[in-house]
């Protein structure tokens, strides 16, 4: 049985993206690569063919995963999520309490995060460590350099 994939609106749309990239561009451009291989005469030697074949192997691989994760994808809906308490899709305001740095967070589902912009995975030790907690709170999160006590400044959409 195959779970579903939580995703934004956005991150579902990303997805067709990438899916229509692949089928109409690269397909098309690995096939061609293979027919100008077997033009060259024997295949059982040919390099470029062989490659060629490796590489339309790994392209179907990744559009079987696109579709399956479309196929399967759960659109969360933004209007429902609620900012008393840290959930997925929040902006999470925290302090770490050592530094007294400040960092801000987007907890996203894992196929959208992207740290550069600030989105972390709901997988990832920091989003687990905020989940289900409120402004104030103070968390201690396992990080790998050590546990690092945080405090949640707030939490907005």
Same mark, same amino acid.
């Given at each position: 049985?195959?779970?579903?994939? +939580? ?25 061609? *690569?293979? /027919? ?6 024997? !295949?059982?030697?040919?390099?470029? +063919? ?5 590489? *339309? ?9 696109? *579709? ?18 840290? *959930? ?16 801000? +967070? ?10 550069? #912009? ?6 990832? &030790?920091?989003?687990? /460590? ?5 402004? /104030?709170?103070?968390?201690? !999160?396992?990080? &790998?350099?050590?546990?690092? &006590?945080?405090?949640?400044? #707030? !939490?907005?959409?």
């Amino acid at each position: 049985m195959t779970k579903g994939t +939580y995703l934004t609106r956005e991150g579902l749309k990303k997805l067709r993206e990438d899916l229509d990239y692949l089928m109409n561009v690269e397909r098309p451009r690995i096939s061609k *690569q293979i /027919g100008e291989a077997i033009e060259k005469g024997d !295949i059982s030697e040919n390099a470029e +063919y062989d490659a060629a074949k490796d590489a *339309q192997g790994l392209l179907e691989a990744k559009i079987a995963n696109l *579709q399956n994760k479309i196929a399967n994808a759960r659109i969360l809906d933004e209007s429902k999520i609620d900012t008393s308490q840290v *959930q997925i899709l929040n902006k999470v305001t925290i302090k770490n309490q050592k530094s007294n740095t400040t960092m801000v +967070y987007t907890i996203v589902p894992e196929s959208e995060a992207n740290l550069k #912009e600030g989105k972390i995975s709901v997988t990832t &030790p920091i989003a687990q /460590g905020l989940i289900g907690k409120k402004v /104030g709170d103070i968390v201690n !999160i396992k990080v &790998p350099a050590g546990v690092i &006590p945080f405090e949640i400044v #707030e !939490i907005s959409l």
